[in-house]
């Protein structure tokens, strides 16, 4: 049993109840609130998720940081072990009952990126990723796609909660890759959308403003996938969430490029 056998397997196991919460109330009538924005939901099920979540860990690994989205997790700084939640990724689209979410569950061992779970409950499709050990779908090896051209490529990406007053909206890099790629999809849940480019489903990913449990787990799980990550200059800043890239290896420069002259 490696070192990380003990940690994945709660992550996995919480990733797995969390879900199993999405599942039963999906589509049912949910309690709904704003946050930053009026377009920046959140309900009573992102809420169950994290508390079910966060208490555990508390629970089980007391030594432990956590942070999570809703705000419940505890900080102890200095810990080893970080773990970075979305409790449930695709809030606007489980909102609407738009079949497209997920639990994303990332652990950082002294700062450094180590585990990543991430569960879409719908589709019963569990990704998993430690740092050095590769990346897996439902127990199988993931691997990127072999695409090299950009022009063959599909990509995704996502619009932040202030695009109502932001000028930083992404509509011209959004504009140049249409352009750029075979075509591109805005499905709602970021996490997800780093585990289709893990999955090769996606040939790239790109978005600004997120946050570090938007891609804790989900660029663990590309980079694992034999992709890269990195921020728009091809840095690491990404796992701050504030810029992200994230693609199957082949197609990155070409990507950096289209961000670089469409900044
Ligand atoms: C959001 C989703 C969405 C992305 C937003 C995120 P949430 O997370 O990942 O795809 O475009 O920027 O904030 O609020 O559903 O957890
Ligand atoms: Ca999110
Ligand atoms: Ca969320």
């Not at 694992?224 to 992200?244: C, F, K, L, P």
Request: net charge negative; proline share 4%; hydrophobic share 40%.
């Amino acid at each position: 049993m490696t070192e990380a056998a003990p940690i994945l397997k709660l992550a996995r196991r919480l990733a797995l109840e969390a879900g199993a919460i999405q599942k039963e109330r999906y589509a049912t009538e949910l309690q709904i609130e704003t946050k930053s924005a009026a377009v920046d939901l959140v309900t009573d099920v992102d809420k169950a998720c994290e508390a079910l979540i966060v208490d555990a860990i508390t629970a089980e690994r007391p030594e432990d940081a956590v942070l999570a989205e809703e705000g419940s997790g505890v900080d102890h700084p200095g810990a080893e072990l970080r773990w970075i939640i979305d409790p449930l990724d695709g809030t606007t689209n489980y909102a609407h009952a738009y079949p497209r979410f997920c639990v994303s569950i990332g652990v950082t061992r002294n700062g450094e990126p180590w585990i990543g779970v991430v569960y879409d409950p719908l589709l019963d499709e569990l990704y998993e990723a430690v740092r050095g050990e590769g990346a897996r779908l439902n127990g199988e090896p993931l691997r990127v796609s072999p695409e090299k051209d950009l022009s063959h490529g599909l990509l995704a990406t996502g619009f932040a909660y202030d695009r109502r007053k932001s000028e930083e909206d992404n509509l011209t890099q959004f504009a140049a890759f249409l352009k750029a790629a075979r075509a591109l999809r805005r499905d709602g849940s970021a996490a997800l959308d780093l585990c289709y480019v893990a999955a090769g489903r996606f040939d790239g990913f790109w978005e600004f403003k997120l946050q570090p449990w938007d891609v804790a787990a989900g660029c663990l799980i590309v980079n694992e996938a034999g992709g890269r990550t990195s921020d728009t200059e091809g840095g690491e800043s990404h796992w701050s969430g504030r810029t992200v890239v994230a693609s199957n290896g082949a197609l990155h420069e070409a990507m950096l490029d289209v961000l670089r002259r469409h900044a």
